[in-house]
């Protein structure tokens, strides 16, 4: 039943969210505050949509300078606490890891303009702190942001659909 109603809530704000608007050059701060749910993911080269409000309950949340991003599944898979409790504790801890059941990080953020630039000062990844990925903001309206990636090694760049919780 919770997956049937998070797949009709996942097309229908595919259908109904707002047309993507032309990118803002400036973004007012004031309308970055708050917490956004992340509700699709878009491979702009190929065209496919990742839906991952069905799968994944994902939010980002903003203050004056900081930010914070939390993100579970809805239906976790993989080893559970009973399936390691006899492994020793570095197979017991690689295993876990390797079981990926959410993603926690935050730290600063500043904008200029509508570029995004975050600054991870905490991570569930080690590997990611320290790091300060940049992202576009194309266009805050309502209740809905849109945002991409600015292109990855390969060229790629992902858009992203997200909708104002609180």
């Not at 004031?30 to 699709?40: E, F, K, P, R, V």
């Not at 994944?56 to 399936?83: C, I, K, S």
Request: positive net charge.
């Amino acid at each position: 039943m919770l997956l049937k109603s998070c797949l009709t809530v996942g097309v229908a704000v595919a259908l109904l969210a707002p047309a993507r608007l032309p990118a803002q050059s400036r973004i007012n701060p004031a309308d970055i505050i708050g917490t956004w749910q992340l509700m699709t993911r878009k491979n702009l080269r190929t065209g496919v949509v990742d839906s991952v409000v069905n799968r994944r309950l994902a939010w980002e949340g903003f203050t004056q300078n900081t930010y914070h991003v939390f993100e579970m599944d809805l239906a976790p898979a993989g080893a559970g606490r009973e399936d390691l409790k006899g492994l020793p504790q570095l197979e017991r801890q690689k295993r876990f890891l390797e079981t990926v059941r959410y993603v926690a990080r935050g730290g600063m953020y500043q904008l200029d303009g509508n570029m995004i630039r975050f600054r991870r000062v905490m991570s569930g990844d080690p590997n990611e702190i320290g790091t300060t990925p940049t992202a576009i903001l194309d266009s805050i309206s309502g209740a809905y942001m849109f945002r991409r990636t600015v292109p990855d090694t390969a060229g790629v760049v992902t858009e992203q659909l997200f909708r104002r919780v609180q």
